[in-house]
């Protein structure tokens, strides 16, 4: 089983819309959890850390469920700019090491 | 974050041969880290260098094929040593910056074999 699973997509969306990806992890000793942003041809870039209680950065909203092991984002309010691949990623208990997701394909549609 | 540097950002290359990839940070970091993205596929860390200390590889991957230096806080090298076309990847380094481990990457290095 993979580390990390994510939905490849692609999720095409209209202007405004509101869209959720989701991610689940394999490892219940996981300790910290990313969403990043790679866009075509570019390297990978932080869009936000998860928290256990949730974190809300503007139009963006992460949610942690331990129980679950599972992982969301949630982009309201799509703008053109959104569009990327959104790569889930864990760390293990102990290691140094971010294991990512094979990423969720986002077009946002004018 | 860090800014980070990488040299060749692409390059072309004859199986057989080897290329060093050459990181470079704006600040000093402990560890950096390598990364490879293979076409149509996620990121697959390689090892971890430190300063000071033998690099430490991930499964699949070994000192022979990816050997790395790390003379300093602030550099490090990937070789990629006896191409053949199945190395074609992306080839990325990255730093730990701010809280909860997250990491930084750098701009990439396109290798394709031929």
């Known amino acids: 089983r993979k580390e990390v699973e994510q939905d490849p997509g692609p999720f095409n969306v209209p202007e405004g819309a509101t869209v959720a990806f989701n991610c689940t992890y394999s490892n219940s000793a996981s300790q910290s959890f990313f969403w990043y942003r790679q866009d075509c041809r570019k390297e990978p870039k932080l869009l936000m850390s998860v928290y256990s209680s949730g974190n809300e950065d503007g139009r963006f909203t992460a949610q942690l469920n331990r129980a679950s092991q599972y992982i969301s984002l949630l982009i309201r309010d799509s703008k053109l700019s959104d569009s990327a691949t959104y790569l889930c990623?864990?760390?293990?208990?102990?290691?140094?090491?971010?294991?990512f997701g094979t990423g969720t394909r986002l077009t946002v549609i004018p | 974050s860090a800014v980070i540097s990488q040299k060749p950002s692409r390059d072309i290359c004859q199986r057989g041969t080897s290329l060093t990839i050459q990181c470079q940070v704006d600040s000093q970091v402990t560890m950096m880290f390598w990364y490879r993205q293979q076409p149509g596929q996620s990121l697959t860390l390689i090892a971890t260098?430190?300063?000071?200390?033998?690099?430490?590889?991930e499964s699949g991957f070994v000192i022979d094929k990816f050997p790395i230096s790390r003379p300093n806080l602030t550099f490090s090298t990937l070789t990629v040593s006896n191409m053949s076309p199945e190395d074609s990847s992306i080839y990325l380094c990255?730093?730990?910056?701010?809280?909860?481990?997250?990491?930084?990457f750098g701009p990439g290095t396109r290798l394709t074999v031929t």
């Open positions: 260098a430190n300063q000071g200390s033998e690099a430490t590889y």
């Open positions: 990623v864990v760390l293990k208990t102990g290691a140094n090491n971010l294991f």
């Open positions: 990255s730093v730990e910056g701010g809280s909860f481990y997250e990491q930084y």
